[in-house]
């Protein structure tokens, strides 16, 4: 049966305003997605967040994206979002894909992805009202200070070669290089951060943000929202028993890695969000799985109740379907 999995999070921030963000990622738009959208839009409205942010991924491929119906289609659901609350969205690694000649879905030996940029589409999604689309670019108003960071495609290369070849789908791992110099350019918006704001990076990946030179160069920050690991794909009643930070499979193909996997808070900073459609439709027939994976969502609260100063209250649920 269809549900909801709700990360609740609860922070002592006694020199920010109190509020609640709503969060989620891996969007993995598709002509399969219609009840995810639907049923998320519905939580946004009722959790009645002052911020809506999202960490990638909105769409499975650019083929999601090449028909005016589908533009529309996602357009109206971000719409309906930015009804509720500014909606603020990062890029993630499947946001710049597009299919390879010959593509085949599933496990199959010749599937694979080549590196797109549709500028078109991304200046649509950042003209509705209210939804921000921050492509190396920030948000602010009162409240909050939001950074979206792009990964760029060579981040995910598996190895150079590959990225000659405009292969980014090859197992392997993300290159902490590319991070790091990336971050060295774009200092200016993550250093000197309004103190009295809250303050957001969105990035998709959240591999390597815990090593020590990354952690040193987004201090400032007071969360760190990514995606991109679809909580490892553990299935639900797994999930409740499994403890740790390995999932089943990482998206670069590693099996049982032990790094920042699963859904949840990391150091006192880093949140890593499951997944909105946690098998994408580039997995072909295997996406009837989708019915025994629930939908993910968290909720971030700031709050002045000293209760929280020891340390953050976090409730996981599952909620149903509605």
Known sequence: MKNFYHSRYRFYK?????????????????????DNLDQIAKKAEQQKPQIITISGD???????????????????WLTRL????????????????RQKPGFKSGLSKDRGYIAERNDD???????????????????????????????????YQFDYVTEKQGNIFSPGSEDINVLLEKLDEFAEFTTK????????????????????????????????????????????????IWRGRAGIITPSKHLFKNHNTRTGLYDDQLIVLGAVTTIQKGAGS???????????????????????????????KYEKWT
């Open 121 to 155: 589409f991304l200046k649509t999604i950042g003209q509705i009202e209210n939804v921000h689309y921050l492509d190396d670019a920030s948000f602010e108003n009162d409240e909050f200070y939001v950074f979206g960071f792009t990964l760029p495609p060579v981040y």
């Open 286 to 316: 295997l996406r009837f799985l989708n019915r025994a994976f629930p939908v993910n969502y968290a909720t971030i609260e700031t709050s002045h109740n000293e209760v929280y100063a020891r340390k953050p209250d976090i409730r996981k």
């Open 193 to 240: 951060l309004p103190k009295n704001k809250t303050k957001i990076l969105l990035i998709h990946s959240p591999v390597h943000l815990l090593d020590g030179a990354i952690k040193a160069k987004l201090s400032e920050f007071d969360f760190i929202f990514a995606g991109h690991m679809h909580n490892g794909v553990v299935p639900p009643l797994l999930n409740e």
């Open 14 to 34: 006694p020199h920010q305003k109190e509020h609640k963000i709503f969060a989620i990622s891996d969007i993995h738009f598709s002509d399969g997605t219609t």
């Open 82 to 97: 930015g009804k509720v609350a500014p909606v603020c969205l990062c890029l993630g690694n499947h946001d710049f894909y």
């Open 58 to 76: 909105l769409i499975d491929s650019l083929e999601s994206v090449d028909e005016p119906h589908e533009i529309a289609r996602v357009s109206a």
